[in-house]
């Protein structure tokens, strides 16, 4: 395998684009060939400070011949064209999640994606936050026997505008989204969903019809159990917790603190700082993990890249999440 680094071509300069641009420029097997983002400007200052040539149009990016793999950054609906496109030019692609907030987009998309034979990743980073993944192996490798109870807590620190509220796709598609693939990534075959959601204090989510809280338990084919417990606000910070029991122990992920000082007094023991404060800094090795892996994948190359199927699989639990807190009751579904 050649180790020449990878031309990338980025479509989208927003907040996570801006991430991405970063990591390929620190990657010594990528190069920012290209960005691409109709608010030209963006594009432009990518370009300057990472290197690449911008441009308004996305798909000239594609059909430049300069570009050996596509990062898709933008907003969630140009995802299936830009996604049909890439691979069209025979092109691998990393796309920001989810992939269309409707399903059956996804799954007109779907046999394109399989029959090319071009490997498309679905962005969940989460799945390589060394934290998480070195519980999962430990799950797999049977040190606390048979996985019968998985818990992660994922709770932002304030809501997001309500202006994005209103073309997020709501909770389950947006926030949640992230704790079904974790869930997936220790259980695959989920087959009952259950969910709950409350308006409790942001405007903007009831104004909507959204939820700012929920809670949704999973049953896998194993019998095993899955809770995922969300907030769009938190007071103490990015709340990302994980554990994993079984019958022979559990394993836990904590929260990221700011600093390991702790101050004790005779007023107050062990007092520590913050816990970190947004995504962009609790999960920023995960997402170059997440690049190097995809790197890997363009090349061929053995790789742990979350999968189209896995992006599906996702989003048919966010909308299975999002009918039973609507109709009160489970819902069964099939991910195969």
């Known amino acids: ?12 300069t927003g907040r996570i684009g801006q991430v991405h641009a970063a990591n390929i420029a620190a990657s010594p097997d990528a190069t920012l060939a290209w960005v691409a983002d109709p608010m030209i400007e963006g594009a432009r200052a ?78 969940f980073n989460r799945r390589f936050d060394p934290a998480f993944a070195s519980v999962r192996a430990r799950v797999a490798a049977g040190e606390i ?80 159990q899955v809770t995922i417990i969300n907030s769009r606000h938190s007071a103490i910070g990015y709340d990302q917790r994980l554990e994993a029991f079984g019958a022979g122990g559990m394993l836990q992920v904590a929260n990221a603190p700011t600093s390991l000082v702790s101050l004790s007094t005779a007023s107050v023991v062990e007092a520590r700082a913050p816990y970190q404060a947004f995504f962009l800094q609790r999960y920023a090795e995960a997402y170059a993990l997440e690049l190097s892996a995809f790197v890997r994948l363009a090349r061929g190359e053995k790789s742990e890249s979350s999968t189209f199927a896995d992006g599906r699989a996702a989003l048919v639990l966010a909308d299975a999440a999002r009918q039973s807190a609507d109709e009160g009751r489970s819902i069964s579904v099939d991910l195969g």
């Open 145 to 224: 026997g048979r996985l019968e109870q998985l818990t992660i807590i994922s709770r932002d620190p304030a809501a997001p505008p309500a202006d994005y509220v209103g073309v997020s796709g709501g909770i389950f598609r947006d926030m949640t989204i992230h704790d079904f693939d974790m869930a997936r990534f220790f259980l695959p075959e989920i087959v009952e969903v259950h969910a709950t959601g409350g308006a409790l204090f942001d405007a903007g989510v009831q104004a909507h019809g959204d939820f700012d809280s929920a809670v949704t338990t999973l049953r896998a084919a194993s019998g095993a």
């Open 1 to 12: 395998m050649t180790n020449t680094p990878i031309r990338m071509g980025l479509i989208g």
């Open 46 to 123: 990518v370009a300057a400070q990472f290197g690449g040539t911008a441009t308004a149009v996305a798909h000239d990016l594609v059909a430049s011949g300069e570009v050996d793999a596509v990062l898709i950054a933008s907003p969630t609906p140009t995802h299936v064209d830009l996604i049909a496109a890439s691979v069209d030019a025979g092109l691998p692609v990393l796309c920001e999640k989810p992939i269309d907030l409707d399903i059956a987009r996804v799954d007109a998309l779907a046999p394109k994606v399989r029959d090319s034979g071009v490997p498309v990743a679905i962005g």
